[in-house]
């Protein structure tokens, strides 16, 4: 997909891998200006070299005061992708409080922190902004061992339309990516059990799993001007999974 963000400041949650590092590269390569958030350092390191000119940002989102402290100055962005995310599987009768706060911190409070902080500055600046949410299919459907997931997922469904419903008059629109299994670091976790895997994918009308590239490309056409109407939807990128 040939897109320009000539011109434009784009900040990437979750920038170290998968993803959300390829977002970056991509977004890099179209000429914006990125700022890639990430609570490993070496990963950003890693990707500085792959990207020369990207702004580095290292912090854990799941702190709301090391968050603010890092990113309360961050400066003007027109595009943002909340893309950071734990997947912590446990049984549902098994699930801590600490892996309960640790997800929702994570998948959906930073979500609202780290927007609130550039919608901000989108309004103040007067201008149109784009933000799309990395989600996933099981805002939708089930997945064994991952509620706490799936709940985080399913609340930014509607965190996805409201966002959309008060930001629009600002220009701001926001939507969602919501991918099938990605073969990410984070993916090949969640499936590791071959035989489990192999049926989870033939389940999909396509008999295969979503590559990044394929995530990639969604997040940038939303963030583009070639999306300029849609506003509190979601794309699946699911192989036709919530199809069958």
Request: proline content about 4%; overall charge neutral.
């Amino acid at each position: 997909m040939n897109l320009n963000f000539a011109g434009l400041r784009a900040l990437v949650t979750g920038a170290g891998k998968g993803i959300g590092r390829d977002t970056v590269k991509s977004l890099h390569a179209s000429g914006a200006k990125v700022v890639a958030v990430s609570r490993t350092s070496a990963d950003l390191v890693s990707l500085a070299k792959e990207c020369p000119g990207i702004e580095s940002v290292c912090v854990d989102l799941g702190d709301w005061e090391a968050t603010e402290q890092k990113l309360g100055g961050v400066g003007p962005v027109d595009l943002l992708v909340n893309n950071a995310a734990v997947a912590l599987p446990q049984p549902f009768l098994e699930v801590t409080k600490e892996i309960f706060d640790r997800s929702f911190q994570v998948n959906l409070r930073a979500v609202f922190q780290v927007s609130q902080i550039v919608a901000r500055g989108m309004i103040e600046r007067g201008v149109p902004g784009s933000i799309v949410n990395v989600s996933s299919m099981v805002a939708h459907v089930t997945y064994p061992f991952l509620s706490t997931y799936c709940s985080t997922k399913g609340a930014m469904t509607m965190l996805t339309k409201a966002m959309a419903f008060e930001l629009g008059p600002h220009k701001i629109r926001v939507n969602s990516v919501n991918p099938t299994v990605v073969l990410t670091a984070m993916g090949r976790r969640v499936s590791e059990d071959p035989e489990f895997a192999r049926k989870l994918k033939e389940r999909h009308p396509l008999k295969k799993f979503a590559e990044v590239e394929d995530v990639v490309n969604s997040i940038l056409f939303l963030l583009s001007d070639c999306s300029a109407s849609t506003s509190g939807s979601g794309i699946m990128v699911d192989a036709g999974y919530l199809a069958s």
